[in-house]
T-cell receptor, first 110, second 114 residues
Framework: AQRVTQPEKLLSVFKGAPVELKCNYS??????LFWYVQYSRQRLQLLLR??SRESIKGFTADLNKGETSFHLKKPFAQEEDSAMYYC????????????FGKGTLLTVNP | NAGVTQTPKFQVLKTGQSMTLQCAQD?????MSWYRQDPGMGLRLIHY???????DQGEVPNGYNVSRSTTEDFPLRLLSAAPSQTSVYFC?????????????FGPGTRLTVL
C-alpha cells in the first residue's frame, strides 16, 4: 500500500522567512513524488516533480529515499505563496493513480 | 481547448436525492479520474477510467457510480445522496501515454447534501 503523510495541517511564517513543508511516504517500490499547489478556490496545479530536480517559483524538493521524505523548501517565503500544498505519490510507469497527502495550508504573513 | 470542464459548479441536494456530476475533456485523454476533497483529508480517489468502456474503483468508491461511454465524458453518479458526500469533487485527465504528473484538473464541483 502507498501512503503519504504531511504532518502539519497548518504552517504560518512571515514574509522573507524560510519555509519547509514536510512530506513522508511509504511505498514498497520506487515511487515518483510530486508537489501540487492549490490557491484559494482554484484547481490543483502541479508545482514540481522529483525526477525533474527543478526549482519552480523558488521552491525545491529533494527525494530522500533513506528517510522516505520529499520535503518542499523555499528560502524566502512570499505572501503569494499562501496556498494549500499537497504531496503526492505514484507507483511510476503506467501507474497513473496518485495518492495524496492530507495537505498543508501555508500562510505567509506580511 | 477548453481543457477539463465540470458542471455544475455548485449543487445542494437533500438526503436521498440522486444526481450526476458531469466531467468532460477535449484533449483526447485516455485516463480520467474523480477525486473528492475534504478538509483535513486531502484528495481521495473515487473512481478512474483508463479508456472508453473501462472503469475501476479507487480508494472511496462506495455510494458512487461511473461510466465511460466516450473518451470525452466521465460522469459521476450519486445514487442516493448522503450528508457524508458533502465535499468538493475534482475530475482529472491524463494523456494515454502521459505521466501522472501531467494530470489536468477540472475547476471542481462543490456539493452540499442536507
Amino acid at each position: 500500500a502507498q501512503r503519504v503523510t504531511q504532518p502539519e495541517k497548518l504552517l504560518s511564517v512571515f514574509k522573507g522567512a524560510p519555509v519547509e513543508l514536510k512530506c513522508n511516504y511509504s511505498y514498497s517500490g520506487s515511487p515518483e513524488l510530486f508537489w501540487y499547489v492549490q490557491y484559494s478556490r482554484q484547481r490543483l496545479q502541479l508545482l514540481l516533480r522529483h525526477i525533474s530536480r527543478e526549482s519552480i517559483k523558488g521552491f525545491t524538493a529533494d527525494l530522500n529515499k533513506g528517510e522516505t521524505s520529499f520535503h518542499l523548501k523555499k528560502p524566502f517565503a512570499q505572501e503569494e505563496d499562501s496556498a494549500m500544498y499537497y504531496c503526492a505519490l505514484s507507483g511510476g510507469g503506467s501507474n497513473y493513480k496518485l495518492t495524496f497527502g492530507k495537505g498543508t495550508l501555508l500562510t505567509v504573513n506580511p | 481547448n477548453a481543457g477539463v470542464t465540470q458542471t455544475p459548479k455548485f449543487q445542494v441536494l437533500k438526503t436521498g436525492q440522486s444526481m450526476t456530476l458531469q466531467c468532460a475533456q477535449d484533449m483526447n485523454h485516455e485516463y480520467m479520474s474523480w477525486y473528492r476533497q475534504d478538509p483535513g483529508m486531502g484528495l481521495r480517489l473515487i473512481h478512474y477510467s483508463v479508456g472508453a468502456g473501462i472503469t475501476d474503483q479507487g480508494e472511496v468508491p462506495n455510494g458512487y457510480n461511473v461510466s465511460r461511454s466516450t473518451t470525452e465524458d466521465f460522469p459521476l453518479r450519486l445514487l442516493s445522496a448522503a450528508p457524508s458526500q458533502t465535499s468538493v469533487y475534482f475530475c482529472a485527465s491524463i494523456p494515454g501515454q502521459g505521466r501522472p504528473d501531467t494530470q489536468y484538473f477540472g475547476p471542481g464541483t462543490r456539493l452540499t447534501v442536507l
